[in-house]
């Protein structure tokens, strides 16, 4: 029969050779093919085949923090909620229960503000529009966007209970917010007060710490004077005390001064005054107004007094505007009285021979500007920057409240909601924006005034530093003191202590302390999260001393907004003792209401019912304000982890302590979402809502910038899905460093799908390389070739490194360890070596089944591996082998015999320096088949060092022959012996080119017979 074949080069061969076979295509096509994959995921149920497949097993519950219902889904939005995914689908795959239930902030300002902007286009006036219609179309547009998102996310692949998602704005969500609210109230959690907070006067509405974001503007500074008129030190009488400021808005408010007890002061005379300032800030000021009339160039100046702060306790100052105050100098129309006229006064008047109009010296409130202001000492007053003297405005610095609340001094609320000053006020009434830069300006009206009446020294427009602005409007915020509801950080709570060493007090004391003797004591708000930080765990570990530094210095909480579209602050206050009605049956009633009929039930009509027969809706105001949208969200863990509508969330009966697993969001929300449910939480159950909590770094644009639609460097993950598919997002998202800050781009896009790709042709492999694998081929380990243990061995260390990410939320790790194996180990290396092993082997070969039986445990393993990565993907792989089948992800994390990766290490070793070998005799043949001296490495020779462990070398390198030299060198030539026609192997039994060897001669036989 052999003398009949054709061994010609020319013979073709190919139907003999055992090629991989599959139907899975090498080009993706995701951007057409995943919403069918999704469809049909929604079609079959698997969420609730995952739940049912999983029932009664481990908890793993991942409480999805809110976005906010409002625009389509951003980058951001994607990378969040992939890492959620991950999360959660790894959890499943390590057999878990680990349930998704996504939800959606839906109440605050930013959909007020979209629908007023709906009202301005149609000429409406919201406040003319009835409450109940305004919120209707409030919670309209906010579902509008709930749905938007959810089937942007839905398509992202993101798995969960999509059907039934928890809205803050449900009636049921706002009733429990409602009742965890009276929780606080019920307890003595919650104040009424009048103190400086962050205030929109663009919003008109006070704002948390966490709706302010920083950004860098340029300010007017001025230096004013504020003359003494009554001082301990007899040299200091007359002269004039210097304060600096970047705010001259807050001067027409300012009600003291503040000093330094320990700073040293010293008083300047030049031109015939003296002027007060911080002895190490003299030459900064004289910087500063050393073009100023009082010290033009050429004036000298002398010291007249120096002496600590503390010497100026006692000294009274005048504000610089009382002068134009003072009825007998100054008249509206610029006239002055004939007894004045007399004594040589002459009327104040500006350049157009008028009255100062921003002047109203007839108000009642002229008395304000003719008071004397006090020297206060301030610990805070440094010698930084300024004069070291400040001025103190007690409407709008927490300083300057709490130092003039201790001496006396009452805020006087000029400044409206709006920003301008009240009408009546003597000075400035009705002007404003105080946060306009013109208002502020140096040729601005307080500027002009200041410079009329003599008090101000230096002005100019060049201050640049950070400034608190609205992360909705972007507009400057300002401190503004205004009656509001708050939530107390250093009272004790209730019921709540800490266990602490006894006669100590430092929180380092405090619970797990090592010493034996310890106490309950009464513990604060402050204390309790300070304790639950420390019980929690952090990912990474640098947000545990980020979210400590907030709590440890935040001010107390700010609850109440003056807004429409909220959960109202549903309590009742005695119009004659300012108290708050406390009544349990009053509470149950407003609960039920709410959950009735959501929060359109809190209202003027409905008041006497609550209040019932006990008290009269008359003698008590219905406060009105509605709940900071953070308490909102806060309590999320109330209504979604604990009322039972979601019973896959619910613990064992009888658990206590955190029910959540794992919070998930953006580094920003340390002082958000983390913060707010920590402190509701703390507050009332005395614990932290979650075990532990995993936080994010911001995507930036592929130059590492922000991104930003005004640049125009945005990534839209909506587009990528179109052009790319979801599964490039993903693999984007679990590939990159999420702990830090992070970039995209089309480039990066661009590597990110050139590593799908090479995945994705690893799969089709296997796939190929499997079509008609049967279990009679299979070997155990045992019995196979070194080569193919080794594999495993590799394959138990990942799975072992894949587990350990799993556990860190280590996603960078998990995805570069995943790929670095398919491409290094097994595209590179394992498959090269064994294709001519499947190609040409008789498929009863023990080697040819070791390498499909390997390839079958590799494929079990890597679809499982890669399915919470590339979701539709897997899905694809895995229908493509088993079609009509269950999906990929109900399956389970592959279970591996524990010695593949703990009695591998020798092997590993062995193989680490063989692979080291290969590599120098690749780089040995690169040259010969660059100058085309041989065309493949099938073609070369190869002498290797004695030295060389042992191994089939020659499969290994895919070489002709391989020998040991004496040398430590490797040598690389061309081989002599002729090419095998079918396996184009050169061997010495090969008698031509084109010829067969002994081992295809012998496969070829048994195909010819079987045919």
Request: charged share 25%; net charge negative; aromatic share 10%.
């Amino acid at each position: 029969m052999t003398e009949q074949r054709d061994n010609s080069e020319k013979a073709d061969w190919r139907s003999t050779v055992f090629l991989p076979k599959t139907d899975f295509p090498m080009k993706a096509g995701l951007p057409q093919k995943e919403p069918g994959i999704l469809a049909r995921w929604q079609e079959q149920g698997i969420y609730r085949k995952t739940r049912e497949a999983r029932a009664g097993r481990e908890k793993f519950i991942l409480h999805d923090g809110p976005p906010y219902a409002n625009g389509d889904m951003h980058i951001g939005h994607a990378l969040n909620h992939i890492l959620k995914d991950m999360v959660v689908r790894t959890q499943t795959l390590l057999g878990k229960d680990a349930p998704y239930v996504p939800g959606w902030d839906c109440h605050g300002l930013p959909i007020e503000w979209k629908v007023e902007e709906q009202y301005r286009k149609k000429k409406r006036d919201k406040d003319q529009v009835p409450a109940e219609e305004f919120r209707a179309e409030c919670r309209a547009y906010a579902q509008e966007w709930v749905n938007v998102q959810r089937e942007q996310l839905k398509r992202l692949g993101v798995g969960g209970d999509w059907d039934n998602p928890y809205l803050t704005m449900d009636f049921q969500a706002e009733a429990t917010i409602v009742a965890e609210l009276m929780k606080f109230a019920t307890s003595g959690q919650l104040y009424r007060g009048a103190k400086p907070v962050m205030w929109s006067p663009v919003e008109k509405t006070a704002l948390a710490e966490a709706e302010v974001e920083y950004e860098d503007i340029v300010s007017t500074q001025i230096d004013v004077a504020f003359e003494i008129i009554e001082s301990p030190i007899p040299e200091l009488v007359g002269a004039y005390v210097v304060i600096w400021t970047t705010t001259p808005w807050t001067i027409p408010v300012n009600q003291a001064l503040a000093y330094g007890p320990e700073v040293e002061y010293v008083g300047v005379r030049t031109r015939g005054k003296v002027y007060l300032v911080a002895q190490e800030l003299l030459n900064e000021t004289l910087g500063r107004v050393g073009k100023s009339p009082w010290l033009s160039d050429g004036d000298g100046w002398t010291i007249t007094w120096a002496g600590n702060g503390s010497d100026l306790a006692g000294t009274m100052a005048r504000h610089p505007m009382a002068k134009l105050f003072e009825s007998s100098l100054l008249y509206r129309g610029g006239a002055v009285s004939p007894a004045d006229a007399a004594s040589g006064a002459t009327p104040y008047s500006n350049p157009e021979g008028e009255g100062l109009a921003s002047v109203h010296p007839e108000s009642p409130l002229a008395e304000f500007f003719l008071r004397p202001r006090p020297f206060l000492p301030g610990d805070f007053v440094t010698t930084e920057s300024g004069t070291g003297l400040v001025h103190m405005a007690p409407d709008h610095g927490e300083d300057d409240f709490l130092l003039c609340k201790e001496h006396g001094i009452n805020p006087v609320f000029a400044v409206e909601g709006d920003g301008k000053y009240r009408a009546d006020w003597a000075w400035l009434g009705g002007q404003g924006s105080v946060i306009n830069p013109k208002f502020n300006a140096p040729d601005g009206p307080i500027c002009s005034d200041l410079k009329q009446a003599g008090g101000l020294l230096a002005a100019s427009a060049d201050y640049q530093h950070s400034y608190p602005h609205s992360w909705r409007s972007k507009a400057k915020v300002i401190f503004r003191c205004t009656p509001q509801w708050f939530v107390p950080m250093d009272r004790p709570v209730p019921g709540r202590t800490l266990r602490q060493a006894q006669g100590e007090w430092g929180l380092e004391d405090t619970l797990n302390s090592a010493q034996a003797e310890l106490v309950e004591v009464p513990t604060t708000l402050r204390h309790l999260a300070l304790q639950a930080i420390a019980d929690t765990r952090w990912v990474p570990e640098k947000g545990e001393n980020r979210i400590r530094a907030m709590v440890e210095g935040r001010p107390d909480w700010v609850l109440s907004r003056q807004r429409a579209w909220g959960v109202p602050i549903t309590l009742f206050v005695d119009r004659k003792t300012g108290e708050y009605l406390v009544d349990p049956e009053i509470n149950v009633r407003i609960v039920s209401a709410i959950r009735e009929s959501g929060v359109d039930a809190w209202c003027d009509e409905r008041a006497q019912q609550y209040l019932g027969e006990a008290y009269d809706a008359q003698d008590y105001e219905r406060v009105t304000d509605i709940l900071d949208v953070w308490f909102d969200s806060g309590s999320t863990h109330a209504f979604v982890l604990e009322s039972g509508r979601w019973p896959d969330l619910l613990r064992p009966e009888g658990w206590t302590g955190p029910r959540a697993d794992l919070y998930l969001e953006g580094s920003d929300q340390h002082r958000g979402w983390f913060q707010s449910s920590l402190l509701e939480s703390c507050a009332t159950r005395g614990h932290a809502p979650y075990k532990a909590v995993l936080t994010h770094g911001f995507t930036m644009d592929a130059k590492g910038m922000k991104m930003s639609k005004s640049l125009g460097n945005t990534v839209s993950p909506l587009k990528v899905m179109e052009t790319n598919g979801a599964d490039i997002i993903r693999l984007w998202a679990l590939s990159v460093d999420y702990t830090e800050d992070h970039r995209i781009g089309d480039e990066i896009l661009k590597g990110v799908a050139d590593q799908y790709r090479k995945l994705r042709n690893t799969l089709r492999y296997l796939l190929g390389a499997l079509s008609d694998f049967d279990e009679v081929e299979r070997l155990p380990a045992e019995e196979m070739p070194e080569l193919e243990r080794y594999v495993l061995a590799l394959l138990g260390k990942l799975d072992a490194t894949l587990r350990q990410a799993v556990e860190h939320f280590d996603f960078n790790t998990y995805v570069r360890a995943l790929l670095d194996f398919c491409n290094e180990d097994l595209s590179a290396f394992f498959f090269d070596i064994r294709k001519d092993c499947l190609y040409c082997d008789s498929p009863a070969d023990p080697k040819r089944r070791a390498y499909r039986t390997v390839l079958d445990t590799l494929f079990h393993a890597l679809v499982r591996y890669g399915a919470p990565v590339i979701v539709f993907t897997a899905e694809e792989v895995w229908q493509s082998r088993y079609p009509g089948g269950d999906s990929v992800h109900l399956l389970e994390w592959p279970v591996l015999p524990a010695g593949w990766a703990n009695g591998g290490d020798a092997l590993i070793a062995k193989w680490a320096g063989l692979r080291a070998l290969r590599q120098q005799v690749t780089e040995g043949i690169e040259p010969l088949r660059r100058d085309k001296v041989i065309g493949s490495s099938l073609a070369a020779e190869v002498v290797v060092p004695a030295s060389a462990p042992e191994a089939d070398l020659a499969e290994l390198f895919i070489t002709a022959t391989v020998t040991r030299g004496q040398g430590e060198e490797v040598i690389v030539t061309p081989t002599s012996h002729h090419k095998c026609g079918r396996c184009w192997r050169h061997l010495p039994e090969v008698s031509e080119d084109g010829a067969l060897c002994a081992r295809c001669e012998d496969v070829v036989s048994a195909v010819e017979e079987r045919a």
